[in-house]
Structure formats: C-alpha cells, structure tokens
C-alpha cells in the first residue's frame, strides 16, 4: 500500500492507523500547492480530487476520505479492536462519531484556512466550533476515548485538534480536549508517524 500524504495534513490520522495496525507501507509526501509528489509525479493522476490522503492499494485501487480510509485500515485487522465490527450498533457509532468530527471539527477548523474571509466570518466560525468542542469534551470528560477505547476516530481527532494553535484557538478552556490530546501523542504509533512526517 501506498499513502499519500501531506505534512499537518489530516492524512496523519490513517498514517497513525497503519502504524498502530503494523501494516507494511509506503509514505509518498505530496506537495499540496503544487499537486505533485516528491518524485514529482502527478497527484492529481492519482487522486482528481486534488487532496491527501489517498490510499493507494495493491491492485491498484485508490481509496480517499478519511472516515472511508479509518474503516478500511481497521477492517483489515478486526482483531485490533480500533473499529467495531461491521453490521452492530457500535459501529453505527463509530460512524457517527467520525461524521462528527469530519463535518464539524475538521470542517470547522479547514474554513479558518480560508484567507479570503473577514475576522468577522473567522469569529462566527469559531464561535459554532466552541459549541461542537464543548460536546467532545463532556464524552472526554467521562471517558479516556470518543468510543471508551482507542479507536480510527481518536487518530482523526488528535489530528485535526493539532491545527487549534494555528488559528489561536487555545484548548486549555476544555482540560478534557488537552488530556485527550496528550494520551494520544504518548502512543507508539503516534510517536512513530509524527517522526516519520517531521512534525
């Protein structure tokens, strides 16, 4: 398998995955302005959607989306526990989850990127972001992990919480959100691929 990846990219969350699975893969760094990778190949050939990460599989095939990639990687190995198994409840939650933290968390922070919008906009943005962090944290408040054990979706999370900083959003109002973030970068897995992409 190939991923390919961009540095602070939400890309981190299934790089996390396949080294806390212990699957063998390939890293291919991919430049976001230019859409190329660092062999200069052509990313868009790859994925025309324009952005990391992409999966690209041994036969061939190319998987995008990180909810989609999260579900795949841990299917692979049902046996490590980071996704409950398809077709119960629990995985419904999983799902849930991941469509949370994708559409108001990653989406949340990835309109703050936009330098077009007003400080006017950026304040309206943070200010409904505020409200779906507090959520994550009254379940962190009670638990160590979104799912009560380590799941695809705390890789996601710990991922996009890493941007917070770049827009002066300061966790510390949510302790529940900065021990979360602090027991995840302890992981093996973490460690290994926050190295691996230089951050």
């Not at 996704?83 to 419904?92: D, I, K, L, M, S």
């Not at 304040?123 to 160590?144: C, H, P």
Request: with cysteine.
């Amino acid at each position: 398998m190939k991923l390919y990846y961009a540095p602070h990219a939400c890309s981190l969350a299934p790089h996390i995955v396949l080294r806390e699975l212990d699957l063998p893969f390939e890293l291919v760094r991919v430049d976001n302005r230019t859409k190329k990778t660092k062999t200069g190949a052509d990313f868009l050939a790859i994925n025309p959607k324009g952005y990391v990460a992409a999966l690209q599989l041994d036969n061939g095939e190319v998987l995008t989306e990180g909810p989609a990639l999260l579900q795949y990687l841990a299917d692979l190995q049902p046996e490590s526990n980071l996704a409950p198994a398809n077709g119960t409840f629990e995985r419904v939650r999983l799902q849930e989850w991941l469509n949370f933290v994708s559409t108001e968390i990653h989406g949340g922070l990835g309109w703050l990127f936009n330098s077009q919008f007003t400080d006017e906009v950026k304040a309206q943005i943070k200010e409904k972001l505020f409200k779906r962090l507090a959520v994550l944290s009254q379940t962190l408040e009670r638990q160590d992990y979104l799912m009560g054990e380590f799941s695809v979706v705390d890789a996601y999370l710990f991922t996009v919480l890493r941007w917070a900083p770049l827009f002066a959003i300061d966790l510390d109002q949510w302790p529940a959100l900065v021990r979360f973030q602090a027991r995840v970068d302890q992981k093996p897995a973490v460690k290994a691929a926050l190295a691996a992409e230089s951050l």
